[in-house]
């Protein structure tokens, strides 16, 4: 073997396996994927011709190691990756005249699960293949899950754990801060099965998809692939989508599945073709890493050519500073784009990016633009050296592996616009009327300075009311609005501070925890957080930093002065009549506000509100009892009731 190819072929594996390892673990990106598929073809081409593969090799190392917070276990049967092509005649030359079942080759956390005597009993994520993490409450909490099935034996299975591009757009909306954003639903559904407390897992509205049976002892399933997703249907499980076809109807079939694509809500970034014939595949056998009675299809990314015009610089309110790519329209998979993310620094000098580079973009799982490939490589963009927002200096810092921008100034306006914004938003202080452009408009006239002089904005009130879009009346209705903000809750405001890491669900989890005693919370060490269930070392390292920052806590003080926090000391043990109970809330309400307003009087009452019905929830809330929702459906599917607003208002509140 040459010296060269030799060199070249540890270079790709060092490289593919440090990208691996980052995207797996930490949930974080230093390459697009067209990148890493370009760069682990190189590297099988490379191991094909010179007939050397080393040991640590992606294309034999199935994948990484789990992370440390849940506990491991291994699979009784190894879980192999599947070899694959984006040539749609070399599927048709796999079947051999065979018949076959393609389906979505879904993109979220493949799971195995185990049921014994009716029950889940297990649920364990792939990890390396060999051991993954065992998530089973997690597992209790998705969407579609059954808690029993009718089989009594012991039943394995696997399948995909997902969630829609709708609930990803959906969480996504309500995170203010750009940085705080999730990259592409893989990544939340990765973040969210793999959660230390349930409850947070249950807000994400993780769906699962079976697409194996692993064993299904004493069952009659059948010899056909077919017949076992039959009997799996049968068992209350969901299907990946297939259709069962041969050599004459194969191109056909996925043509239905490309054009389906556009507009398919669930993640994919391919298809499988398996045999339908078990005992024909098995018979196969398989290699070191993949099984040969499947394979993977990739669709063949639209690539357009283009020229990058510019690079934005967004800043956010943590200084992390975000590169977006800027370039001539292109239409791509039906859609003109303009605007690609590029993430990182990592990437941007992986690229070798400059303006008037002529570049090929595409869409990743032809959804998410991004930048394929930098034909020009002239490596000229000048990374910024101060903040476009405030004009002072920016580091770049290396965060798990990862370089990215970030500004140094913590009296950037881009900061304190973000800031405030989160202050302001509905699960904060919820301050109607102060819309990100109007809180510029405050800062830039130095109304606004820390978060106690949003309520002391009446010392601008000539002012504010003779600015272009205000008047009498808007100042009057926003006057109203502060006002109401003063009478707050304490998770409200430890989430509208901007801890970093710290949202909505990690604000009400500390104030339950210590007791809705801020003094408690602020004397906290970091490893009195860190033994929280569901907070963990860095979000404790963030929490402690910021409430040992002296100017922080000068302002918090001042702030704590302007509001009126309701007193939601934990009751004593024998008022906390909820206790034990889970809940969840769907439809309209009509005594309370809004869903969010009932859910803090059942956790301040000792109970619990999830986003599915389980068989461990206590009642469904729906005003529309008799309605054909899916969640009714699932409520009287196992046996869990459904009541109205007024019936759990008379039944588990009046008594207290």
């Known amino acids: 073997m040459k010296e060269t190819d030799s060199n070249r072929m540890k270079e790709l594996v060092?490289?593919?396996?440090?990208?691996?390892?980052?995207?797996?673990?930490?949930?974080?990106?230093?390459?697009?994927?067209?990148?890493?598929?370009?760069?682990?073809?190189?590297?099988?081409?490379?191991?094909?011709?010179?007939?050397?593969?080393?040991?640590?090799?992606?294309?034999?190392?199935?994948?990484?190691?789990?992370?440390?917070?849940?506990?491991?276990?291994?699979?009784?049967?190894?879980?192999?990756?599947?070899?694959?092509?984006?040539?749609?005649?070399?599927?048709?030359?796999?079947?051999?005249?065979?018949?076959?079942?393609?389906?979505?080759?879904?993109?979220?956390?493949?799971?195995?699960?185990?049921y014994v005597g009716g029950k889940l009993t297990k649920a364990v994520t792939r990890g390396n293949g060999e051991v993954g993490e065992v998530i089973t409450n997690n597992a209790k909490v998705f969407r579609n899950i059954p808690l029993s099935i009718p089989y009594q034996g012991e039943l394995v299975l696997r399948g995909e754990a997902v969630i829609s591009y709708s609930e990803f757009e959906?969480?996504?909306?309500?995170?203010?801060?750009?940085?705080?954003?999730?990259?592409?639903?893989?990544?939340?559904?990765?973040?969210?099965?793999?959660?230390?407390?349930?409850?947070?897992?249950?807000?994400?509205?993780?769906?699962?998809?079976?697409?194996?049976?692993?064993?299904?002892?004493?069952?009659?399933?059948?010899?056909?692939?077919?017949?076992?997703?039959?009997?799996?249907?049968e068992q209350g499980f969901d299907v990946v989508e297939h259709r069962l076809v041969d050599s004459n109807t194969i191109l056909e079939e996925i043509e239905y599945f490309e054009n389906r694509i556009q507009t398919y809500d669930v993640p994919s970034d391919g298809l499988v073709l398996l045999y339908n014939d078990i005992s024909y595949g098995q018979s196969l056998?398989?290699?070191?890493?993949?099984?040969?009675?499947?394979?993977?299809?990739k669709w063949a990314d639209e690539l357009r050519e283009t020229v990058l015009q510019e690079m934005e610089w967004s800043a956010s309110r943590t200084g992390l500073i975000n590169p977006v790519a800027i370039f001539k329209p292109v239409e791509l998979e039906g859609t003109t784009v303009s605007r690609a993310s590029v993430h990182n620094i990592s990437i941007v000098r992986g690229l070798k990016l400059g303006l008037g580079d002529h570049i090929t973009v595409y869409k990743a799982n032809m959804i998410i633009p991004q930048i394929a490939e930098n034909l020009t490589r002239s490596d000229t963009l000048e990374i910024p050296a101060v903040c476009p927002v405030c004009g002072q200096p920016t580091q770049i810092r290396q965060v798990n592996d990862v370089q990215s921008l970030y500004?140094?100034?913590?009296?950037?306006?881009?900061?304190?616009?973000?800031?405030?914004?989160?202050?302001?938003?509905?699960?904060?202080?919820?301050?109607?009327?102060?819309?990100?452009?109007t809180l510029e408009k405050f800062l830039a006239r130095g109304f606004l300075h820390e978060f106690a002089?949003?309520?002391?904005?009446?010392?601008?009130?000539q002012e504010i009311t003779q600015m272009e879009g205000f008047g009498e009346k808007s100042y009057a209705n926003l006057a109203e609005s502060i006002e109401r903000a003063r009478d707050t809750t304490l998770p409200r405001v430890i989430y509208g501070l901007g801890i970093e890491?710290?949202?909505?669900?990690?604000?009400?989890?500390?104030?339950?925890?210590?007791?809705?005693?801020?003094?408690?919370?602020?004397?906290?060490?970091?490893?009195?957080?860190?033994?929280?269930?569901?907070?963990?070392?860095?979000?404790?390292?963030?929490?402690?930093?910021?409430?040992?920052?002296?100017?922080?806590?000068?302002?918090?003080e001042c702030l704590l002065r302007e509001v009126r926090i309701a007193d939601e000391k934990i009751e004593e043990e024998g008022f906390r009549t909820l206790s034990g109970m889970n809940f969840v809330i769907t439809g309209s309400l009509e005594h309370y506000e809004n869903r969010n307003a009932l859910k803090d009087e059942i956790e301040a009452k000792g109970g619990k509100v999830t986003g599915?019905?389980?068989?461990?929830?206590?009642?469904?809330?729906?005003?529309?009892?008799?309605?054909?929702?899916?969640?009714?459906?699932?409520?009287?599917?196992?046996?869990?009731?459904?009541?109205?607003?007024?019936?759990?208002?008379?039944?588990?509140?009046?008594?207290?």
Request: aromatic share 8%; hydrophobic share 35%; net charge negative.
């Open 407 to 437: 500004c140094n100034n913590p009296d950037c306006d881009a900061k304190k616009i973000k800031a405030f914004t989160l202050f302001v938003s509905r699960d904060a202080l919820n301050v109607d009327g102060l819309s990100e452009s």
């Open 14 to 114: 060092a490289v593919l396996n440090h990208a691996a390892k980052i995207y797996y673990t930490q949930n974080t990106e230093v390459m697009s994927n067209f990148e890493y598929d370009r760069l682990y073809d190189e590297l099988s081409e490379l191991e094909n011709r010179t007939g050397v593969t080393f040991a640590n090799s992606p294309t034999v190392n199935v994948g990484f190691e789990a992370v440390d917070e849940l506990p491991k276990e291994r699979h009784e049967l190894p879980m192999l990756s599947l070899a694959k092509t984006k040539d749609r005649e070399e599927l048709r030359d796999w079947l051999n005249g065979k018949e076959a079942l393609l389906s979505w080759k879904l993109d979220g956390l493949t799971i195995v699960l185990t």
């Open 170 to 233: 959906r969480i996504n909306s309500e995170i203010e801060e750009v940085d705080a954003k999730y990259k592409n639903p893989r990544n939340l559904c990765s973040g969210s099965v793999r959660q230390l407390n349930n409850e947070i897992t249950a807000d994400r509205n993780v769906n699962f998809y079976a697409f194996s049976l692993v064993k299904a002892e004493g069952a009659e399933t059948g010899s056909l692939r077919t017949e076992q997703f039959a009997f799996l249907q």
């Open 612 to 656: 599915s019905v389980t068989g461990k929830t206590t009642c469904l809330i729906n005003n529309d009892t008799a309605s054909q929702s899916s969640k009714n459906k699932k409520a009287k599917e196992l046996g869990v009731r459904i009541i109205s607003e007024e019936e759990f208002i008379r039944e588990y509140l009046q008594e207290m």
């Open 453 to 461: 002089d949003l309520f002391k904005l009446d010392r601008y009130e």
């Open 501 to 556: 890491n710290v949202g909505v669900a990690n604000a009400k989890l500390l104030c339950r925890q210590f007791s809705f005693s801020i003094d408690a919370l602020r004397e906290a060490d970091v490893e009195e957080l860190s033994a929280i269930d569901g907070i963990g070392g860095v979000i404790a390292g963030s929490i402690y930093d910021y409430f040992h920052d002296e100017e922080r806590m000068a302002q918090l």
């Open 285 to 297: 056998g398989r290699t070191a890493k993949f099984p040969r009675d499947s394979i993977a299809f």
